[in-house]
């Protein structure tokens, strides 16, 4: 899989070092993923959620942030559409990523 908008996450990283080592982890899996259906992403990530359009929600670091991305996977592609803390997470709807 290739991430687009990577900038968002190491953006991120910079206002909220607590979540690094974890993103750093999803980073690798995901460029070592060949997925093709959200069964082969559960077997990576037991905890990510499919929230319909498209999208999936990742919690990273114990559920201290979430992640929301959208995954193509006819072309491998995985588009960053929200890094945040879960509390900014809770004033969203994932499936449009507009604040509520």
Not at 25 to 46: M, P
């Amino acid at each position: 899989m290739r991430i687009l908008t990577e900038k968002a996450l190491k953006d991120y990283i910079k206002e909220h070092p607590d979540a690094e080592t974890a993103l750093q982890e999803w980073i690798k899996v995901i460029k070592n993923s060949e997925w093709t259906c959200f069964a082969d992403i559960k077997e990576s990530f037991n905890s990510v959620d499919n929230v319909g359009n498209q999208r999936y929600v990742f919690n990273i670091r114990g559920n201290n942030h979430r992640l929301i991305v959208i995954i193509r996977f006819t072309i491998q592609y995985v588009y960053i559409r929200f890094i945040g803390t879960h509390k900014e997470y809770d004033l969203l709807d994932s499936n449009t990523i507009k604040n509520i």
